[in-house]
């Protein structure tokens, strides 16, 4: 299979024969070390494209070999081999410039799952003109400001790897986007991309939805339904608003991101998948591990490479290469003639701070070209929300002016329930209709909210 032999480095001289045997079998040619000073006495000698190495060795950390494999050649790929009680050290490793870990025990197929994506890696890294960040944005991102630049070089860096992204930013930044050109650029592209929001399902729905169903197995499960994870066998599972599981779910995800079997609701039976995890959250991860509301181990299992969506206030002249192609891509939908922005909407683009980021900004687009036709898009053809924004901005007192006091008004009189449903509506409102954004503020779950919408929807129908 490789015309230049892997190079192993394990001390253990069972689990050297084991990997050995295996990757022999699987059509590999592998150069053996035993510790870390004869690894790097072979590794200058046959300089391999990949590189297994255990971090545990006698005479040497495994960390500091791996950054010398990389100080003699930068584009190796190094698949570190952990223990399980040391996946942070192996989390630490990904940051250094490993292309992926293996966390023992693993099977036969995970490692030579590993051992071909690294591979294929290498063959890419060495063709002429392969991708660099310098390239065009991947996907169907727009935008080239220095923020962006650096998501398009970790999306291309972490795209052939198998280890897990964990995508945080802002909502309406772009982080099913950057999940999705993951997968793009990935070796799994054939396969299906299956986006689950974990903040939009409630949460006794939730196991069913990721792990799947058999006839039976509760009220309402007429019929067996595979789960997302199975659903993307072969492909990438992405976990959006993953901070929203429970902590009992949390659990159940742990298990399966260690031995990649799913086990239906009531089924009896475990099965294998082959599932890449991307997963997405608009809250900081470390600080739900803090707050006891997300498991520890979930979350050095999951955030391997952290990939961070900057809020559109932080790109630049981006906002304006977006607006001026969303107006050109809805201008053709919808049948009119806009093409450009006014320089005063163009100033007034630039000096907001869009809340709502890029998803605001689409919207705000597509809500001029709607309700408007003409050649250029003028200030007063704009969302009165915007001019409220940006004259809310312009305040900006020189003195301390003291806050209005939080009054009752329109409250008294009304039952518990009214007020609960009048605070709800208001804090979305206020988020631009974000409905994780306003559970956050009222610090409870998304689905939480999602519930309550239904019933008032429910009850509404009951009094027509």
């Known amino acids: 299979m490789t015309e230049q032999p892997l190079l192993l480095v394990e001390d253990t001289p069972s689990l050297q024969l084991v990997y050995e045997s295996v ?46 494999f990389l100080a003699i050649k930068p584009d190796a790929h190094v698949i570190v081999i952990t223990a399980n009680g040391s996946i942070n050290k192996a989390v630490t490793a990904m940051r250094a410039g490993a292309h992926e870990f293996l966390v023992k025990p693993f099977d036969e197929q995970r490692f030579l799952a590993a051992i071909d994506n690294a591979l294929a890696g290498a063959v890419l890294d060495g063709q002429p003109g392969a991708v660099t960040g310098d390239a065009q944005p991947p996907a169907e991102f727009i935008g080239s400001s220095e923020p962006m630049r650096e998501v398009y070089a970790k999306i291309r860096s972490v795209a052939r790897s198998m280890a897990t992204v964990f995508i945080t930013g802002e909502s309406g930044t772009g982080k099913e986007l950057c999940a999705q050109a993951v997968h793009d650029q990935s070796n799994r592209a054939h396969g299906p991309f299956i986006p689950l929001n974990c903040g939009a399902i409630p949460s006794e729905l939730l196991e069913s939805e990721v792990f799947g169903h058999v006839k039976g197995s509760f009220t309402g499960a007429i019929s067996d339904k595979p789960g997302a994870a199975a659903q993307a066998h072969d492909g990438t599972l992405f976990l959006d608003e993953i901070c929203e599981l429970d902590l009992n779910l949390q659990s159940k995800l742990l298990r399966f991101l260690q031995t990649s079997t799913i086990q239906p609701v009531g089924a009896t039976q475990s099965r294998k998948v082959n599932v890449r995890i991307i997963c997405a959250s ?19 299992r999951l955030h391997v490479v952290p990939i961070r969506m900057p809020p559109l206030r932080d790109r630049g002249e981006d906002v304006l290469t977006i607006a001026d192609a969303a107006l050109k891509r809805f201008s053709e939908e919808e049948g009119r003639s806009f093409g450009a922005l006014s320089p005063e909407v163009a100033t007034l683009f630039r000096r907001l701070n869009w809340p709502g980021n890029v998803r605001q900004l689409l919207n705000v687009i597509r809500h001029v070209v709607v309700l408007n036709d003409s050649p250029v898009v003028t200030r007063d053809m704009l969302p009165f929300e915007l001019h409220h924004e940006l004259e809310h901005k312009d ?11 939080v009054t009752l008004d329109g409250l008294i009189g009304r039952t518990l329930a009214e007020v609960e449903r009048l605070v709800i509506e208001e804090t979305i409102a206020s988020h631009d209709g974000s409905i994780p954004k306003a559970a956050r503020v009222l610090d409870v779950s998304p689905s939480t909210l999602y519930r309550k919408i239904e019933a008032w929807k429910a009850d509404s129908w009951k009094l027509r």
């Open 23 to 68: 990757l022999r079998s699987a059509g590999h040619k592998v150069t053996c070390a035993s510790d870390a000073a004869s690894g790097l006495s072979k590794f200058k000698e046959i300089r391999p494209p990949v590189v297994l190495l255990d971090l545990m060795l006698p005479d040497r950390d495994g960390l500091d070999l791996m950054r010398d």
């Open 282 to 300: 608009n809250r900081d991860p470390l600080e739900e591990v803090r707050r006891g509301r997300f498991r520890e181990d979930l979350y050095y």
């Open 395 to 405: 305040e900006a007192p020189a003195v301390d002016v003291e806050k209005p006091r």
